[in-house]
């Protein structure tokens, strides 16, 4: 693990006494420093990112051919309901957090977050929920075989590696909760003078955003999953229709939840592309009070469209027409950000490093993602679509080449500040064009399959299918073996086995975090800047 | 600027390895290398991927034979529509796509434009205007147009999927843990549809049939330009009912009942899928509707409303349990199989071993009873919607094979213990 120098040149008064904070495991374990919990965040992410990783792959070696050859139908849904939540719950969420932590402090000017304790049982929450959901693969009836999504009945059905799951949902929503408490309060409260809202880091602002959302929605998955629950076990019937309840209750509620969580999901991705993009184009950012209200405007739509998960339910005609609509609406607000960021670099002065390379990854295969989801708005055409490769291909483009590819472009922007090592150029680069292509390779014939006619989370499908398919997999494990060149550049940077960076190694950024010595000592504006 | 003055040079980092231009070649050399046979294996893929599968000649069927093309190995779009509204589906995606990608082309074009042009290390220097109210009010309201235009088209495409009304012929159609059943509620006929593709083939035992997974025993029957409607349920857990050519897609939910409707205009045999995970075997109860000319339709009609005559058969028939056993074996197959195995070991931990099994080998009503009610708590669902006849036939067949000795049953004792 990477040591974090304590700064001694920073002034101790004998008021300000300051404990001398433990060493080795006690370290990460009862840390309340905001450097040290983004750490914790971003490697377990990581680690979680692999664990799901190695279950798509198993899915895709499954998928290689038409037959079962590899495993049985139950478990290859497990392994489909499993790559889910742990990628969604363990991979991209506690990333976005990890860079949360990390960079919210600094770039307002404050020593740490508002809620310092809170902040490490928020974190310290989740490998023990990681626990869980590993478990259930090991517990009598497998893993959970209903999809991510859960729906009754036939969740209902679903052996005790369920209840583990449920159990598992409620402990990451508590930490989901209390991170986001602690990230609007520490950017509503303690900005340095002078840093107006209006002059926030757009990353900042993407966060503030999102912590509303995940206040708003993540109580809601956890009621969906009670009432999941207490049918299962308590004679409850909220989805059941001999006891007067309703299977579509639970979607309507669960996508309650759901909608929300996938702009929850990209929204600190935006911030990220917005801080990387002005960097590298030398520019400020085209239209920040634009940025600020389209990011405002996505996460107030984007509580009024969640049926568009239910086209195929059967909806009133007048149900559909507005969830059409509402969502076709997204569009707008979204397509301002993507001209935003193309304006930033408009007469720019423009270099290529590894992390402007994953942000135009980004831009170019997120907003392909955003057409197929445009496409997918069409309420006649998703009568076609819903449930096939189409809509695996959708959410992949946009969490993968979205999410996933900002928070790599993070990690090479920020980790000299972090560890004060500059990550190797080639190594970033060989990362960036093989994950580009072989992303490409796995998941652009989703569109053509989904298409054509082959539905989601089968294991075995129609002879038509079998070439695209192969194709798709061998693109997988090619991107899979790509993330290996990532870990070892980062390793490389945490053992100090590269350049030094200095204070700011990108000659165009601006925010507060590179005028900080690199790597950031472990407390920093202890004392806070004057923003200008 | 930063404090060295520019940014980083990747010669530089490099130079701190002795051998950095011999280690440029090899690496040039594996990339090229690398290159070339990413290529020659995704070119080599298909015909490998082909290799495994027989394309041999179609086994003899009672099916017509399909009016569609022969499914491209690579297929990339919609399949041919049949009705109208599949019709209009395929226009409003060709339309939306389109314009998606006239979208794309035009902005990434300024993109790549700006990245070309725009550069540092071609000189240009950056300029620094930061906002313009007239443009962001543009690139809002064109897009919204846009919108509109595609809304429009969308719109009148719902109202006419939404009209159900006046229907020439109404089904009835429940989704079961894995299978379909069929009723024509105003003929009074009704048949379950099974998928027929032999286990052998989905464990690589036997050569894959072109119709593979796609295939079943009693498909829905339609006459040809009738307006169907559809009345969708499901007897355990949410089902989808799709048929790609028509432009279906309706969910099947236990306890409700949704409706949707199909005029196929063209004779022929339309295949599609379940559309909802359902449990293991989702990918495995397929969907093929056949559309016969409206004088072959009434027919079969007549054919099928005998057939549900003659099979209020005689219950209290005394069979042989030998050719009980016979029959059962068909049923164990298309029903049993999937979860208890074809050599009726189950698989341990999740279904249990028909052979050697004490339920198996004992008194008959233990065994009728969990046919007939299933094991609440388990996987095992309930068969009530088969036959006497089919129960009776396929409990003979377990108490048969595998050396089980266990006493046989006839089509009555089932009958006597429904409903108790």
Redesign the interface.
Known sequence: MSSIPHDHAAPHDAAHEHAHHPTGIMRWITTTNHKDIGTLYLWFSFTMFLVGGVMALTIRAELF?????IV???FF?SLTTMHGLIMIFGAIMPAAVGFANWNIPMMIGAPDMAFARMNNWSFWLLPPAAFLLVLTFFM???AP???WTM?A??SV?QGMGMDLTIFAIHIMGASSIMGSINIITTILNLRAPGMTLMKLPLFCWTWLITAYLLIAVMPVLAGSVTMLLTDRHFGTTFF???GGG???LFQHIFWFFGHPEVYILILPAFGIISQIIPTF??????????MVYAVAAIAILSFIVWAHHMF???LP?AG??FY??AT??I??PT??K???W??????????F?TPFLFA?GF??LF??GG?TG??LA????D??L???YYVVAHFHYVMVAGSLFAFFGGTYYWIPKYTGT?Y???LGKWHFWLSFITFNITFFPM???G???M??????????????N??ES?GAFGFGLSQLIFLYAVLKCIRHD??KA??????GAQTLEWTLPSPAPYHTFETPPEVK | MNDRGRTLDVTEACSIYPTASRLRALVGLAKRTAMSATVALLCALPQLALAQTQQGPTAPSSLAPSSLPVPSSMPYNLQDPVTPVAREMYALHNYIMWICVAIFIGVFGVMGWALYKHRRSVGHQAAHFHENTVVEVVWTVIPFLILLFMAWPATKTVLQMKDTSNPDLTIKITGYQWKWNYDYLHDGFSFYSTLTTPLAQRENREPKGPNYLLEVDNPMVVPQNAKVRLLITANDVIHSWWIPAFGVKQDAIPGFVRDSWFKAEKVGVYRGQCAELCGKEHGFMPIVVEVKSPEDYKSWAAQQKQKNATAGEDVNKQWDPGQLATMGEKVYMSNCAACHQANGQGVPGAFPALAGDKVVNGPPADQIHTVLNGRPGTAMPSWKQLSDTDIAAVIDYTRSAWGNKGEPVQPKDIKAARGS
Do not use: C
């Not at chain 1, 539905?455 to 695209?468: E, G, H, L, M, S």
């Open positions: 051919q038409p037959g079962m050859q049985e139908p139950e849904n009598p009836g497998g075989g209903s999809g729906y009945p036939l059905q059941n229709a001999a309703d299977p579509v184009s030398r520019k400020p950012l085209f239209g920040y009070a634009s195929t339910t059967g005609t559909l027409l059409m609509y076709m609406l569009a707008v397509g301002v993507v001209f935003n193309v304006a930033t670099m408009w007469k720019g002065s423009i270099s490093e135009l831009l170019f907003t392909l057409f445009l496409v069409i309420m006649p055409v009568i076609h819903q449930d096939t500059m190797n150029e080639r569109h053509f399959v298409l054509a006619g539905p989601r989370r089968i294991p075995d499908y129609a002879q038509q299918f079998a070439d695209w192969a194709i061998i590269g350049e200095p204070a700011k190694p990108w000659d």
